[in-house]
């Protein structure tokens, strides 16, 4: 075999890389990566949250449909496995399909229950949102004003036992001042801790 001239050395030597230039192009490659593992979360996010959105309107969508001819709720009080039953809450935003257990812990984490509010007959009702995360609890505060006002809207409040926050608007419902701004969702969110702790939107069985 015949030794190699001094140019072919050299043509030899730049076919492989430095351990400094395998460093670089894996510095590279993991910034691609994590800058598309960031935009794939936030992708991720808006979609929990807008899906939440969705279908928190069919629900409420569901019940001024099924009732607002009627006129009125039932009694007063839990009714979330009454709409259960009636088939107004969507499948997807229970625990199980075995029991009656509504969360939204698939989307953005908490659960939900529905109630009928007011003295009998009522014509109020009421979506509570539990143990919601800080920043999930702001988003969706955030999110119902655009997608709910003539739905009937006349409070959205959270409250932690003794203490309450609300933007009310009982004289000309679906006039909620709205939207809510980040930095009230904010201060309300702070108090969203355990389950006893939610948010609350008030709603008109009829406009």
Same mark, same amino acid.
């Given at each position: ?20 230039? #395998?460093?670089?192009? @894996? /510095? %590279?490659?993991?910034?691609? &990566?994590?800058?598309?593992?960031? !935009?794939?979360?936030? $992708? ?48 997807? #935003?229970?625990?199980? @399909? /075995? %029991?009656?257990?509504?969360? &939204?812990?698939?989307?953005?984490? !908490?659960?939900?229950? $529905? ?78 801790a355990n389950p006893s702790n939610f948010v609350a939107i008030d709603f008109t069985l009829r406009n």
């Amino acid at each position: 075999m015949e030794p190699m001239l001094p140019q072919e050395r050299i043509v030899a030597r730049r076919r492989a890389f430095t351990l400094t230039e #395998m460093a670089i192009v @894996l /510095g %590279v490659v993991a910034l691609i &990566l994590g800058a598309i593992w960031l !935009g794939a979360s936030a $992708v991720w996010k808006n979609f929990r949250h807008y899906r939440v959105h969705q279908q928190i309107l069919t629900v409420v969508q569901n019940i001024r449909d099924y009732y607002g001819p009627i006129g009125q709720l039932p009694p007063p009080g839990d009714i979330t496995a009454v709409l259960d039953g009636l088939g107004i809450i969507p499948r997807s #935003m229970r625990q199980s @399909l /075995g %029991v009656a257990d509504h969360d &939204l812990s698939s989307m953005v984490g !908490g659960s939900f229950r $529905v109630l009928s509010v007011g003295p009998a007959p009522s014509a109020t009702f009421q979506l509570q949102l539990l143990a919601l995360r800080r920043q999930d609890c702001m988003r969706i505060l955030m999110g119902f004003p655009v997608l709910m006002p003539e739905l009937g809207v006349i409070r959205i409040g959270a409250t932690n036992g003794t203490t309450a926050v609300d933007i009310s608007n009982i004289a000309n419902p679906g006039s909620v001042f709205l939207p809510i701004r980040a930095g009230t969702a904010a201060g309300w969110c702070n108090i969203i801790a355990n389950p006893s702790n939610f948010v609350a939107i008030d709603f008109t069985l009829r406009n």
